[in-house]
């Protein structure tokens, strides 16, 4: 109940800036509003949303909701989506990254595997912002250097990330979960409203199918098996539409059924998304078939096919024999 009152004066404040927009409402705050039947959120939010209609008239400002769902200068003309060319990033001293160059393409799913230590999950970071290198150069498409982007920038221009440990909201619906992240004119007045277009229905019901959770639609995200639950994960990253998905260790602690189905569903997504997949399961990289990349300390050992690189003696020594 404390963190209710602590909301409350967080929002009091909120509403004392003549231009807060509904969404200065973290998800996390909906969630607990629909959660708790909070009379009063929904009240303030009413007036927020009065107020940002009055903003309407505001000739001066372009509203995020107004913008291209992608960043226009998005340019994959090349049929390149992302370039990490001579990229290096030391942690005291120690080289994590070591001038790496990866180049992925429009629609492709590319499977990086490693061991520990190898600078996966840094290579990850620096892609979305979260680390920025010492050295080299970071593009989305030929026209958006990354490097001179923030965190929130890069997403917005479709860079979606999956954390290995799934973060959806328990208490909501699948549905829910998947309606509060989507993309473009959704905004949480509508959420209260119930008021969804056909258009973006149809979307949640083409993620629901692609997910493979229609007939968990209603069930609350809370009472998903693990699988599932990183499945609808990957579900509420595509209702962003991203352009590029990045994916940490998918299918970590799931069952073999789970696995299989992970990789379809991984599958099913390239085409219309650029796909990263890091991976420690060998038979999971196997499943996929794509072209995989052999990280070892900071740089691309090996690139190829899985037999390519099973075959080959540099990654045999350092990685499958180990
Ligand atoms: N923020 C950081 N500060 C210091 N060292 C780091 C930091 N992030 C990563 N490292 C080091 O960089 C190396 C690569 O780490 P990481 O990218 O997590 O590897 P992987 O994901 O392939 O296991 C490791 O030796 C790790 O200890
Ligand atoms: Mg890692």
Known sequence: MSDLKQLDADLSRQMNSASVLTSQFTDQEVAASIYN???GFTARL???TRDNVSQFARRDQVFEFLKPAHNPLLDTRHNMLLYLEGVSVSFDGFKAINDLNLYIKEG???CI??????GKTTMMDIITGKTKPDTGQVWLGSKLNLLKMDEAQIANAGVGRKFQKPTVFECLSVWQNLELSMSGTRSVWSVFRAKLSGE????????LVLIGLQEQAAMDAGSLSHGQKQWLEIGMLLMQKPKLLLV???VAGMTHQEM?????LLNSLAGAHSVVVVEHDMDFVRSIASTVSVLHQGSVLAEGSMTDIQNNAKVKQVYLGE
């Open 113 to 118: 595997i490693g061991p520990n230590g190898a």
């Open 260 to 264: 299989d189905r992970t990789a379809e």
């Open 46 to 48: 009413a007036k927020q």
């Open 37 to 39: 039947k909070d009379a």
């Open 108 to 110: 492709e799913l590319r």
């Open 200 to 207: 973006q229905r149809d979307e949640i019901e083409r993620v």
């Open 248 to 250: 940490d260790e998918p």
